[in-house]
C-alpha cells in the first residue's frame, strides 16, 4: 500500500497500540520497513515532523525570506545570498550511505562549475536541505559540505520544502508519506518564483544528474 492511505493505516495502527497522533507513533516505534526498530532520534524527528503537516509547518512563507547560513557561520536571507545566481536544493542526510559517497562528488563539481571563469564571480549556489535527525547533526553534516548554504534546521521552509518536491528519505516516510518521487540525495534548480525549474534525479544518476543543470540560466 502506498501514498495518503498507507500513512493513514500506519498512524491509525499506531494510534490503537500507543496513543493517539505523534505520541502513539513514537511508543509504537512504527516503521515502513518491516522488522526495523527505529532509533529514539529518529522517532522524535517523525513526532515533529508530523506535527509540522498537521498544522501546515506554521504557514508557507517567501522563500526569500529564508534564513541561510553559509561555512563561516553569517546568517542571512536566501534572496540577498542567491542574488544573481542559479540555486539548487540538496536534500541529503549524513545517516545515508548513498548521501555521504556523493557530496564529495558535489562539492569537486561545485568547485569546478560555480563560478564563472571570466569574471570570477560565483554564478550558482546550492541550499542544503538537511534529512538529519537533529540540528546538531545537520550542523554537523553541513561542516563537511562545499562552500553552499544551509536552510535553518528549524524553518518550517525544511519540510514544506521536502513535500513540495516530493524528496525525503526513506526514513522519514513514516512523517512525509510514501508519495516521494525520489529518495535522498536529491536535487532540484529552483527560480527566483521558488518553483521547480529542473529536477535531477542524483538517487539514481549520481553526479551525471548535474549535466542537466544549466548553470548560466536561471539567476535570482
Not at 111 to 121: I, L, P, V
Not at 158 to 178: D, H, V, Y
Amino acid at each position: 500500500m502506498t501514498g495518503p492511505s498507507a500513512s493513514l493505516t500506519a498512524l491509525t495502527a499506531a494510534r490503537g497500540r500507543g496513543g493517539g497522533g505523534a505520541r502513539g507513533l513514537a511508543s509504537s516505534r512504527f516503521s515502513p520497513v518491516r522488522g526495523f526498530n527505529a532509533p529514539p532520534a529518529f522517532m522524535a524527528l517523525a513526532c515533529l515532523s508530523m506535527a509540522a503537516a498537521s498544522t501546515g509547518g506554521g504557514g508557507s512563507m517567501d522563500i526569500h525570506d529564508a534564513m541561510v547560513v553559509d561555512q563561516e557561520g553569517r546568517k542571512m536571507r536566501l534572496g540577498d545570498a542567491a542574488k544573481g545566481r542559479t540555486v539548487g536544493l540538496y536534500f541529503a542526510g549524513e545517516w545515508c550511505p548513498m548521501c555521504r559517497s556523493f557530496t564529495p562528488k558535489l562539492k569537486e563539481y561545485f568547485n569546478e562549475k560555480a563560478q564563472d571563469k571570466q569574471t570570477g564571480n560565483q554564478k550558482a549556489t546550492i541550499v542544503f536541505v538537511s534529512s538529519d535527525f537533529s540540528k546538531e547533526a545537520a550542523d554537523s553534516h553541513f561542516k563537511n559540505q562545499g562552500n553552499w548554504l544551509y536552510l535553518d534546521y528549524d524553518s518550517p521552509l525544511r519540510q514544506q520544502l521536502k513535500q513540495k518536491f516530493r524528496i525525503w528519505g526513506g526514513m522519514e516516510s513514516s512523517a512525509l508519506g510514501f508519495d516521494r518521487r525520489s529518495g535522498i540525495p536529491g536535487m532540484v534548480v529552483i527560480g527566483s518564483d521558488g518553483n521547480e525549474v529542473t529536477y535531477m534525479n542524483t538517487e539514481s544518476k549520481g553526479i551525471r544528474a548535474l549535466e542537466a543543470w544549466d548553470l548560466d540560466a536561471n539567476a535570482w
